[in-house]
């Protein structure tokens, strides 16, 4: 126990102290975090109104205005006074120098055409951002639509507005009068695919773990202290490990950034306004103001999280033996492609699986691959946020444990055979050789 | 009373497949020797070796470590260097050694306080922190050297211990093995091609070959019993003067020296079943102006050579 221990902590130390780790699990997200600060900086930065001038030659939006003896527009509600946007209007385009000359950003021309090909010509010297192009987009249709409604004989824009229509889709489970259903497979979805990711990754450093030792000539010396299969587990814990520290800091760094960004936010007083500034401080009550994002306060949090612990121990578990025992087998990385084909299938085909899983999550393949060992980990977890039978949850842990541990067993045989042999690849036949004759 | 030999190996046999790795092997190493392990590559010697160390089983046969069935629980009183060995790249120096010794299941302080002293007796100190894929060759192969000896094995396993050193390094590892003898009184295990090393510091051989001991005993012992009549003699002259003087009175086994500007030469040669070396001396200086005469003493080298061929020539069917 003590030797497994000490290669567990051989596995996982060396790893966790590489730079790449620490550059992946630490900077990659302060990276991320720190660009979208900057860019949020940039754009606060730059936080003067854009100035657009909409030439309205028809007389379609606006009209003179004897008392302030300017345009104006003709609904005011289509043209709302934003905070990083302000409209001027007038019946005649500007000359080129004259626009480059004058302190407008945008000049929109909207004359007869646009009523045929809805398309309005806008001129710039510095090209606008998106954020920009979708509000005047949005206030020069408002705007056109009521001019339309006008023109048309026994309907006034209020009428119209009424009138209008948009169908959104509530769903509700006729049963558990459950309206969230699609929201929370997709928690179960992001879950997944993490585990996905997870496995796979870390699963791939416990086949290049073994094969550097093999090739290193290490080995020996160490199966020469402790038995292969204890030198194969502690291999397969430790580099879990390493893939659970990652999690355990990227969870932590995250919720540490948005807890201080949402305070800081709140003390620079930026978007008081909003609710937005709680996002960090509280959570709960924050997403309960949020209705689309009602569904996350229905998903069984504690289930989820110990059911995706016990997936990713035992599901992790499963793969790497094999993984090990292909790493066992071969001398090189590109002779384990032979090998990793059949060997990450089943893995590949839950995340196909998971998908369907989302479409119909309680389809009897979702419901089957929730079951079988090497695919339950993946779909189960999309399957768990929307309402599974506690035993059925339990049974699948159980399946894919038991299955791990045999496969642990199986790997073994195959790793302790292969790990002192060298040479040319061994073929499938052999690998079964290995595996009944490993005693 | 016969003392308890380190290990007993009796009629140990392993198969790879249709391959006959070891038949029936039997070797004794007597506590606190050196014993050679010695034979021509592929002869069994690392599959004999695994056994010892638990990585492979026999087929049949037994193996009993100071008077018990060797089990993996004797493992912890086994140091082994294997001849294909590493370290791991990724760790330190110092760290790395340590992780054996806990491996082991020594203390981390006592093993900090053992690697300290090898560390300055085989002059690694200064590289505790480095990484290990600084090291050269020979300074990874002493801190391997090290992590084999550290717990104090009562039986040391050194597969080609020597390979890699340069002459200085290497004869600091052999006084090292020869301490650990004498002053532990730790039985070594010793395989290797170097037969320099086999006779300065082994008590013991066993040759293998073909996966079958073929010789074994005292390396003095062997060494006598492989003197068969040669004598080396120097001489001024010509080698075909010398042919024709000595006619079918001597053997003319192989000229091992000719310095052709004084026309001094030496041969090896092996006198007729029934000759006389004293009267053929005293009649060969007749013919030629004999410069020395001096009985041969084979090497490990020589016996191993010829040990083997003749087992070899032997195995040849007619």
Known sequence: ?439 | MERIPALAISQVVKSFRAHQALKGVDVKVNEGGIFGLLGPNGAGKTTLIRMLTGITAPDAGSISFFGTPLTRAHIAQIGYLPEERGLYKSMRVGEQALYFAQLRGMQRQEAEKRLRVWFEKLEVEGWWNREVADLSKGMAQKVQFIIAVLHEPRLLILDEPFSGFDPINAQRVRDAVIELKEKQGTTVLLSTHDMGSVEELCDEVALLNRGEVILDGPVHALREQARDGRFTLRFLGTIMEFTVAIGASAELIQVLHSESTVGEHEVMLRLSPEGDIASWLHWISGEVKVVACTPWQPSMRDVFIETVENRESNAIPS
Not at chain 1, 291 to 320: K, Q, R
Request: charged share 20%.
């Open chain 1, 1 to 439: 126990m003590s030797a497994l221990r000490h290669i567990v902590y051989r596995e996982w130390i060396t790893r966790v102290r590489r730079k790449a780790f620490i550059l992946g699990t630490l900077a990659v997200p302060l990276l991320v975090m720190g660009s979208m600060a900057i860019g949020w900086w940039l754009e606060q930065g730059d936080n003067q109104k854009s100035r657009v001038l909409v030439v309205d030659v028809a007389g379609m939006v606006s009209q003179w205005d004897e008392r302030f003896e300017s345009w104006v527009p003709i609904c005011p509600d289509c043209f709302p006074d934003r905070a990083s946007l302000t409209y001027r209007f007038a019946a005649e385009g500007m000359e080129d120098e004259a626009f480059i000359a004058s302190d407008f950003d945008v000049m929109v021309v909207f004359d007869d055409a646009i009523l045929q090909h809805h398309k309005a010509m806008y001129y710039y010297e510095q090209t606008p951002g998106f954020d920009l192009q979708a509000h005047l987009k949005t206030d020069l249709s408002m705007a056109l639509e009521r001019f339309k409604v006008k023109e048309t004989q026994d309907l006034d824009f209020s009428t119209y507005q009424r009138l209008k229509t948009q169908v959104s889709l509530v769903g509700q489970d006729i049963v558990t009068r459950d309206g969230h259903a699609v929201g929370r497979s997709l928690v179960g979805f992001v879950f997944s695919l993490f585990l996905f990711v997870q496995i796979l990754v870390y699963g791939m450093h416990v086949m290049r773990g073994v094969i550097e030792e093999k090739i290193n000539r290490i080995v020996e010396v160490v199966i020469s202290v402790v038995k292969p299969s204890v030198l194969m587990t502690g291999k397969v814990i430790g580099i879990g490990l390493v893939g659970l520290t990652q999690f355990i800091v990227l969870s932590v760094l995250v919720w540490i950034i948005t807890l201080v960004g949402g305070m800081w936010l709140e003390h620079a007083d930026v978007l008081k306004s909003s609710s937005d500034a709680l996002v960090g401080l509280d959570l709960e009550s924050w997403i309960a103001g949020q209705a689309e994002l009602n569904f996350l306060l229905d998903v069984n949090w504690p289930l989820m999280i110990a059911s995706t612990a016990v997936f990713y121990v035992a599901g992790f578990a499963l793969y790497a033996a094999s993984f090990a025992a292909i790493g066992a087998a071969v001398e090189q990385e590109s002779d384990a492609q032979y090998f990793l084909i059949p060997a990450m299938a089943p893995l590949v085909a839950s995340y196909f699986l998971a998908v369907v899983a989302i479409e119909n999550p309680e389809g009897p393949l979702a419901v089957i691959a929730s079951f079988v060992p090497f695919t339950a980990p993946v779909v189960m977890l999309i399957r768990i946020p929307l309402g599974v039978a506690w035993w059925e949850v339990v049974l699948s842990w159980l399946g894919v444990a038991v299955t791990a541990w045999l496969l642990l067993r199986m790997a073994g045989r195959i790793y302790r055979v292969g790990i002192l042999m060298h040479g040319k690849r061994p073929s499938w036949v052999e690998l079964i050789k290995w595996f009944r004759h490993a005693d």
